[in-house]
């Protein structure tokens, strides 16, 4: 069965600096944007792009996030002649248990998967961004400039630069040297940790890696620098639109809260191009009562509205009591928020119950965290 | 266990104006997220009952996208599932055109069930009937049919034209039609449960009675002689069987009381779901008292009206007592109350639409006004 083109999404972090938020659930499946999971992003955009194969690497909590992927029906990717994979670190016949190691590790894992589709190009993505891209669109540059692999790159500001891999690259794109979170950078295009790899050059260089003792089996540390060395053509695809690394717990509630203002992310897609597809629910349409007061906020099916939403995202469920105020927060699926009680500023996890009469964060200078998990 | 199968019979007489002159009332969009049949489909899916016929009366397109595989109410494809019945041949004969020649057209449906009951519940009737009780009492009965009443006491002025039933001994014994001459009634919700190997036999004599007879009628010719239990639901039930009932009972749905008797979290209500956003509200938004589907961006004032999905109501807009349906599009700053947006209309030009609690404005599908 001969793919063009399998995409492989590294699901397999934990998200430690999300706090209770990834207490039992890998931070890919973590709730975003009031009715998605993170890892809807990287799976529409495969599915939008006409990837037929998508293989999920899980490893910390896989098994509600392999639940949710399940054959991945949610994306269309279930077909006769599609599939989404789950892929866990696993025992293996040679080896024995292993956990992975690395972000190359992963891969070379499941080289046996890849190799049953026989793919000419892999695209390797990770599961917890948040953008629109298509990479059909950016296997056309990596096929025209005949390179060995292809990294999405991102124009950030010099300041922001040293936080990330810059790739610094000639005038044409080709990228002579990688540089992970450098003190001065030299560029300041950023790794989106988007790569296309001519699957047979990648393949090579993750059989190396693998027999390397003390290498730490990672894209950015190993094999991107390795290719560097043996003189491997790498490219820069610039890519211009929102994208999201939501690592923290202020990143994630701030990505949440741009979708408020969003033109760039278009997530009611306006422009009839691209959907964010998610596990729907069957809950009950949203009401608003008498008292309801909503402005500039999402909110989604099953809630009901009583008292007063500003500046907010609500997931499915979410009860909003009279007089109640929730203002500049992300509030998560089954959340209650009794009559007269006041959120500001704060993610409130999910089936979290705000009792009447209390006030959270009201002087609203850092972003609260409310987890039952606390 | 006996094994169980479900109709959702669509030939009853509903008419909606604009609304069905296209398609039929069960895929009529409702409460800004649902299809109509959606309630009758999962009633069949939550009391356990997973193969599922629909017998279909006309203008079946739209009702064969909402219902793809049957997934989205849990019939599963391989062990249960969905089949849409239509009788072609009488499609466009009115009186030929009734449930007993769709079941007699579509006989291998019913031959290939190996079923010992079937439930037959039509999709216009709103409840959240648990037939699998109705299936145990009409065991117990021991009679061949059992018909669902519900006592009302509005009959004047709702369920018109439907039929009512006489009950004496936990029996039926005369069915008619209701013309709202008395409030109190016990209203047929058109709900019965059969024997299968007496609803084969039904329809042979149905036809040789009268080939103009629908099921219905056959019941009401034979309920002296031919045994028929009756079961009394206490739920909620509404009756959508004209524009008027469908525009003012969906809005009643508004009513927080009536809405929690409905949409229980034991009870769910499945639909075909499209991947919308949720709803966003801007600045100038303004909303009491109202279902708003996701994928709605406002930036108007919503007061007691019914907003589908990816509906948009430009700034400084005003919407009340209205039912907007899917993609349909308010303009700033234009007035709309006792409307009916039809699916993908728009409102450009018109800065002031105004209908009656009677009879609301209707605006067709994809027209701009």
Redesign the interface.
């Known amino acids: 069965m001969n793919r063009e083109m399998v995409a492989m999404i590294l699901a397999g972090g934990r998200g430690t600096r999300l706090e209770a938020l990834t207490a039992h659930i890998a931070k890919p499946a973590v709730y975003f944007g009031g009715k998605y999971r993170i890892i809807d992003f990287p799976l529409s955009n495969c599915a939008n792009s006409g990837i037929d194969v998508v293989g999920v690497l899980t490893q910390y909590e896989s098994v509600l996030l392999g639940t949710y992927v399940g054959s991945g029906i949610k994306w269309g990717l279930s077909g006769s002649n599609s599939s989404a994979a789950i892929l866990p670190a696993r025992e293996r016949g040679e080896v024995g248990a292993t956990w992975y190691a690395g972000t190359a590790d992963a891969i070379y894992q499941n080289i046996s998967f890849l190799d049953e589709y026989d793919p000419e190009y892999v695209l390797i993505l990770s599961g917890d961004h948040i953008y629109k891209m298509d990479y059909d669109k950016m296997l056309e540059e990596h096929k025209k400039e005949n390179a060995d692999c292809t990294i999405a790159v991102l124009n950030v500001s010099l300041e922001e630069a040293s936080r990330f891999g810059i790739m610094n690259a000639k005038e044409d794109g080709t990228i002579y040297e990688f540089e992970e979170k450098p003190e001065h950078p030299k560029s300041t295009l950023a790794s989106m940790g988007i790569y296309i790899f001519t699957y047979k050059e990648l393949k090579k260089y993750l059989v190396d890696d693998a027999a390397v003792a003390d290498s730490k089996h990672d894209f950015g540390m190993n094999i991107i620098p390795a290719m560097l060395n043996a003189g491997k053509k790498l490219f820069a695809y610039e890519f211009a639109g929102y994208w999201k690394d939501v690592g923290t717990v202020e990143s994630l509630w701030q990505a949440n809260i741009d979708l408020l203002s969003d033109e760039d992310l278009d997530m009611y897609n306006l422009k009839r191009d691209w959907k964010i597809y998610t596990g729907d629910t069957n809950s009950h349409p949203q009401i608003i009562g008498e008292q309801g007061d909503i402005t500039n906020s999402m909110v989604t099916q099953g809630c009901i509205i009583e008292g007063e939403v500003k500046g907010s995202v609500l997931f499915d469920s979410v009860h909003v009591g009279n007089g109640a105020k929730v203002v500049d927060s992300v509030v998560m699926p089954g959340a209650l928020i009794e009559e007269g009680a006041e959120v500001y500023k704060a993610i409130i996890d999910e089936n979290v119950v705000v009792t009447s009469g209390t006030i959270i964060n009201k002087e609203a200078k850092n972003v609260a965290l409310v987890s039952n998990n606390d | 266990m006996a094994k169980v199968i479900g109709l959702v019979n669509l030939h009853a007489n509903v008419d909606y104006k604009g609304l069905t002159e296209r398609r039929p009332a069960a895929s009529v969009s409702f409460?800004?997220?649902?299809g109509i049949i959606d309630f009758a489909l999962s009633n069949f899916s939550n009391s356990g009952i997973d193969s599922v016929g629909v017998l279909i009366k006309e203008k079946p397109r739209s009702l064969f996208k909402h219902m793809g595989l049957g997934n989205s109410w849990n019939f599963n494809s391989k062990s249960g599932g969905i089949s849409l019945l239509y009788n072609e041949k009488y499609a466009n004969n009115p009186h030929y055109n009734h449930d007993i020649n769709n079941m007699i057209e579509n006989k291998y449906f019913f031959n290939k069930t190996k079923a010992d009951y079937v439930v037959i519940a039509p999709a216009h009737i709103i409840t959240t009937l648990n037939y699998s009780e109705v299936v145990e009492a009409h065991e117990k009965s021991g009679s061949k049919i059992t018909m669902v009443y519900k006592n009302i006491d509005d009959a004047d002025k709702s369920f018109i034209g439907e039929k009512y039933v006489s009950v004496k001994n936990n029996k039926i014994i005369e069915v008619v039609v209701n013309k709202g001459n008395r409030k109190k009634r016990c209203m047929s919700l058109s709900t019965y449960v059969i024997n299968l190997d007496y609803l084969m036999k039904l329809m042979k004599k149905s036809s040789s009675v009268s080939a103009f007879f629908d099921l219905s009628d056959i019941l009401g010719y034979l309920c002296d002689e031919a045994d028929i239990a009756a079961y009394e639901y206490r739920g909620y039930a509404t009756c959508l069987n004209s524009l008027e009932a469908y525009y003012k009972h969906s809005l009643e749905f508004?009513d927080?009381e009536i809405?929690s008797t409905v949409?229980k979290s034991n009870w769910?209500?499945?639909?075909n779901?499209?991947?919308t956003?949720?709803?966003?509200?801007?600045?100038?938004?303004?909303?009491?008292?109202?279902?708003?589907?996701?994928?709605a961006?406002v930036d108007g004032h919503v007061e007691n009206s019914i907003i589908g999905r990816d509906v948009v109501i430009g700034t400084g807009a005003v919407v009340k007592n209205s039912i907007l349906l899917s993609g349909s599009v308010v303009g700033p700053g234009a007035v709309l109350e006792n409307v009916i947006l039809d699916k993908d209309s728009k409102v450009e030009v018109s800065k002031s639409l105004t209908g009656t609690s009677i009879e609301p404005l209707y605006v067709k599908e994809g027209d701009v006004v």
Request: hydrophobic residues 35%; without cysteine; proline residues 9%.
């Open positions: 409460l800004g997220r649902y508004l927080i809405f949409f769910p209500i499945y639909t779901t499209k991947d956003p949720p709803s966003k509200y801007k600045a100038n938004a303004k909303v009491k008292k109202g279902f708003v589907a996701n994928g961006i």
